[in-house]
């Protein structure tokens, strides 16, 4: 898979979405190029999450359109956009607590049919993480927050998915194991996976991205290359604490 | 206290406890997916009895030796279609909606099922008598002052090979294994990749058809089925499984042989007050364990 050849994986065109009479969205547009690390920053509550949950298909669209890879996938239902290639790492891990550790990556699997490559993806998970490797046939509830960011990052790469969505992958977790979990995102990507991160550690967030969209109550304020984005005025002082 | 936990007691107390516990995996099963108490469960349980009937019947007329496999085979048939068109036709539509309004639809469901059933001139409203003797000619045996018919021992022991055929299915396979974690997360499920309403129809399906079983099982032990026979048994089934903890497999089969034995011994110290005894147990195992025996404390989830 080529690396950042400029084309477009993901496209969001003026989405709206709302709960009930409140806009979370309130029609918004970005893209995700192929390679790259995107990443979505803004305040709890801005729409971060229920970005995500339109493009796997777990919420509705109101208006708008999504694109993926060129097809429309705006309001499919999330099994058929999983097939498409892509996977969502849920806010707050959302593994399987009593199923083992093994069984929750092969969950994962559950769209590849062929026992070779669904062996392979494994392999390939647990020189990532070998901790899940060691516990692989523990219940997955008895990990730590950390093994189970680690468990919910995995369990995604079990997919043949070209594009990975991230939900505050470091949420409750201890400084160290923050750096720990955005290095392995990086590592992913250089692998060739397309990532689109959704972070309220912006700080952390714009170092990794390549591209970053700030959001602000159902609204795109402020883009542009993470480096710029990070360097903005506004950004600094409303997301980065300077 | 020898007189009344005798074998004849335990004989008749696992013997119960099975057909409650097939009953009750269904609910519970459903339960646990989709949170919907599936009131006209008991009602596929009366389905695969008239199935049975009607395949003894049929047999009979024909003065064929109609095979026990086979009818069983028709009754797990019968609860199981008629539980995946109740899902497809009233449940699915309702999937996203208040939750009420699926539980009111359960009970709709249901006596539509047994309101509809006595209508239909072959099956009526009145008792029929279920020719169990033309399915298999009753032996009975004597173990000291206990007697065990073949009927119990046919009652029992297909109960057991459905029970352990469900937990290896729910085990240990894959759609088993997409079961249970659409159970626990169903929005993670469905970012698995899993589509989450076959699995819907596969556990209504598997529910059904294990109500269906009981109906032929409770046809061949206690002869006498008429259209609402599902009320009670299938109201006692939602009580085991809760019992259990609702959603637990295990638990609803524990729960429903609690439940069994506790009628049984119950009724043996006092055949009035029987019953309400084993009710007593329930209110009293609620109050110290609202979750249930094997159920999951919920309470601390975010």
């Known amino acids: 898979m080529p690396k950042k050849d400029g084309s477009v994986v993901l496209e969001v065109k003026d989405l709206v979405v709302s709960y009930g009479a409140i806009k979370a ?8 190029k192929s390679g790259e690390i995107v990443t979505l920053i803004g305040a709890n509550g801005a729409g ?9 298909g777990l919420l509705r669209a109101e208006e708008g359109h999504i694109f993926y890879m060129g097809d429309e996938i705006t309001n499919k239902q999330p099994h058929k956009i999983v097939q498409m290639g892509i996977t969502h790492v849920p806010e707050g891990r959302r593994i399987f607590p009593d199923l083992t550790v093994r069984e929750n990556l092969e969950m994962g699997a559950w769209t590849l049919r062929d026992k070779k490559l669904k062996q392979d993806k494994m392999e390939a998970v647990f020189e990532l993480f070998p901790r899940l490797k060691e516990r692989q046939k523990q219940s997955a509830g008895t990990l730590s927050g950390g093994e189970q960011q680690m468990l919910a990052v995995g369990r995604a790469l079990m997919t043949e998915a070209q594009l990975v969505l991230l939900d505050e992958p470091s949420m409750g977790l201890a400084p160290m194991l923050v750096e720990e979990i955005f290095k392995v995102i990086t590592e992913i990507n250089e692998e060739g996976k397309t990532i689109l991160l959704v972070e309220q550690n912006a700080e952390m967030a714009l170092q990794i991205a390549d591209y970053a969209y700030v959001l602000e109550v159902g609204n795109i304020t402020i883009e542009g290359d993470a480096k710029e984005v990070a360097a903005n005025p506004k950004v600094k002082e409303a997301y980065l604490g300077a | ?3 009344i936990f005798n074998l004849q007691q335990i004989i008749n107390g696992i013997q119960i406890g099975s057909i409650y516990a097939l009953i009750s995996i269904g609910y519970t099963l459903v339960y646990g997916i989709i949170q919907l108490i599936n009131f006209a469960h008991g009602d596929f349980y009366m389905v695969g009895a008239y199935a049975a009937y009607f395949a003894v019947m049929f047999s009979a007329a024909r003065k064929e030796h109609p095979n026990v496999l086979i009818v069983l085979l028709i009754s797990m048939t019968a609860g199981a279609i008629v539980a995946f068109l109740s899902n497809r036709i009233a449940y699915r539509p309702l999937r996203y909606k208040p939750r009420l309004s699926a539980l009111i639809t359960a009970i709709g469901v249901s006596m539509f099922l047994e309101y509809t059933s006595s209508a239909i001139p072959a099956i009526g409203p009145s008792y029929r008598a279920f020719p169990q003797s033309a399915l298999i000619p009753e032996h009975t045996y004597k173990i000291g002052h206990a007697i065990l018919s073949n009927y119990q021992i046919v009652n029992m022991s297909v109960a ?18 997409a079961m249970r974690a659409s ?7 469905r970012l698995m990749g899993i589509d989450i309403e076959y699995i819907i129809d596969f556990t209504f399906i598997i529910g059904g058809a294990l109500a269906g079983a009981a109906g032929l099982l409770t046809g061949i032990t206690y002869p006498r089925i008429n259209p609402y026979m599902g009320i009670i048994p299938g109201l006692k089934a939602f009580i085991a499984a809760v019992l259990g903890g609702i959603g637990s497999v295990p638990g609803a089969m524990l729960g429903s042989y609690i439940l069994g034995f506790s009628e049984v011994f119950g009724m043996a110290i006092n055949s009035i007050l029987g019953e309400g005894i084993a009710y007593a147990i329930l209110i009293l195992v609620l109050i110290f364990l609202p979750q249930g025996l094997l159920g999951k404390k919920t309470g601390e989830k975010v």
């Open chain 2, 183 to 189: 159970a626990q997360d169903k929005d993670a499920a």
């Open chain 2, 1 to 3: 206290m020898g007189s």
């Open chain 1, 25 to 32: 969205l309130k029609g918004i547009s970005f893209t995700v």
């Open chain 1, 48 to 56: 971060k999450t229920t970005t995500l949950r339109t493009i796997s």
């Open chain 2, 160 to 177: 057991v090979v459905l029970m352990v055929v469900l937990t290896y299915i729910v085990q240990y396979t894959r759609i088993g294994m």
